[in-house]
């Protein structure tokens, strides 16, 4: 059964849903958690959460893994986060398109759904 998509959904043409995934790269505590519950009010499928493979990222980034950077300038673009860069993945087992990282610059660009500072 296809369901349609909201128009304020990011989708592409097609009407999928763009896939992401959510990376704590600053060693925060809970700002994976806060940035998916963004990301899925903001109409992204958040299909995994976690950490990066380090917490030494300066700079919030997003990933394009598939060879689409329109999706992650979509991503980027509706989160606030001012870098995206190709990193494809020759990962098989990846299902996510677009990789969010989040850097220890996520208080400066307002990037959770914070109210105090």
Known sequence: EDTP???????DPLGR????AVFNG?????VAARMTKRARGLGFDVIHEGNAESFNYLYSVV????GDMKKAREVADRLGIPYAIQQISEDGYRLEE???IIGKDYKQLR????TSG
């Open 26 to 30: 600053c060693g925060d505590p809970q």
């Open 17 to 20: 849903v763009i896939r992401v």
């Open 63 to 66: 990933l394009d893994r598939v």
């Open 111 to 114: 990037l959770l759904d914070v």
């Open 5 to 11: 998509v909201a128009p304020s959904s990011p989708a």
């Open 98 to 100: 677009v990789s969010i």
